[in-house]
């Protein structure tokens, strides 16, 4: 029956992906809300499948600690859930992506018109200036800056390694950062064709502030980050 509901979840989200992609492209002419609009369809049409079809709920904790200004959100990354989720989850943003994810026809194109962050991998260097530089602009220009600070996916109960690159952008733009946990990959496994029932808890923790960020040795900061994050991440995998 998993193997069943799962399949007819991934037929529903890869014929629905495109048309909203598109729809999200040829609005963009009409201003950025316009195509913000389709992103938020589709990240809850969504979710709407996986919870009908597959049984898979979210829940949602701390949106009390989401500030009143653009911020950069350092989220743990196991799963394509998150990225589905989040338009849901903050204010319009950008993410921080790797350039390939633009070669991907329609869904690839609709990322580039949502004006993401796209890096090269191979090219650290030049990737931390990208994210600092573009990263600033968009955040002085009322975005939100969505980083994975391990940079790829890792299964539950493991630890990537953490990058500075999200703390590095919140102190040269003078803004504060929101980390996130969750256990969405409990339930929508990275590169997992079957999708398990369950609630996908997303968590955002305590806000640090752009005085705090600016004020902090960067390591110390990251090693904080990193605890919290996944002491909240563990925590929510023993609780589902």
Known sequence: MLFIRSALFNLCFFAWTPICSVLLIVSRPFGFAASWFWARVWSRSTLWLAKVICGIRIEIEGREHLPDVPCVVMAKHQSAMETVAMPLLTPPYVWVLKRSLFYIPIFGWALWTLNAIAIRRSQPREALKQVVAQGSDFLHEGRWVVIFPEGTRTA?????????????????????????????????????????????????????????????????????????????????????
């Open 156 to 240: 539950p109960g493991e630890t990537g390694t953490y990058q500075a690159s999200g703390i590095m952008l919140a102190h040269k733009a003078h803004a504060g950062i929101l980390p996130m946990a969750h256990n969405a990959g409990q339930h929508w496994p990275k590169q997992g064709f079957i999708k398990r029932p369950g609630t996908v808890r997303f968590r955002f923790l305590p806000f640090i502030p752009a005085e705090t960020v600016h004020e902090a040795k960067r390591n110390d900061l990251l090693e904080r980050l990193q605890t919290d994050i996944e002491a909240a991440t563990r925590e929510l995998e023993s609780t589902r």
